[in-house]
């Protein structure tokens, strides 16, 4: 046998003023969007903003159910509202924001395994990479440049 190495890498924003404007902007969306979770079991709220190329952004925030398993992350909520809005269009950019509801959160959330593997579907059918922020209620926000260094080797329909 041998052994096999992965890199990944990442970029490191110490605070939200070092981001372009155009991702404090999503960011921004993201923390609306979180206000709107419904999180009364778990008390984490998350908010995530997606940009399309056609210009929209697409917020969701995480849904809780009583049946715990019935309820949705915010990635995947804004994800598959933006393939059941705008199935051609492309996402550019994802803002994730996450925090507890109990105490602060400084340290950046990211986003869980189901969601990695919901983006990427999205980043497959497109072709092309999505760059994902994410952060926790204030303090840095994490870079990825691709779902690919968030999630190697992914599953994916081709090999289905
Ligand atoms: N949650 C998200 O919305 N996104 C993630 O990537 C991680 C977890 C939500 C699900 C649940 O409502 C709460 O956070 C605690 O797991």
Do not use: W
Request: glycine share 4%; proline share 6%.
């Amino acid at each position: 046998m041998r052994e096999l190495k992965i890199d990944t890498t990442l970029f490191v924003f110490e605070t939200e003023s070092e981001l372009p404007t155009d991702v404090i902007e999503l960011m921004d969306a993201a923390k609306i969007a979180r206000l709107n979770a419904h999180a009364p079991y778990s008390n984490f709220a998350v908010g995530a903003a997606l940009l399309l190329d056609n210009n929209q952004v697409i917020t969701g925030s995480n849904q809780e159910n009583a049946s715990y398993p019935s309820g949705l992350c915010a990635e995947r909520t804004a994800i598959y509202y933006a393939g059941a809005k705008y199935p051609e269009a492309k996402i550019l950019k994802i803002a994730i924001i996450a925090g507890s509801l109990k105490h602060k959160t400084l340290k950046p959330i990211p986003p869980c395994g189901a969601c990695r593997q919901a983006i990427a579907e999205y980043e497959v059918k497109q072709s092309t990479p999505i760059e994902i922020y994410f952060m926790g209620v204030s303090g840095q926000v994490i870079k990825s440049n691709s779902l690919e260094n968030l999630l190697p080797l992914i599953f994916d329909k081709s090999q289905l």
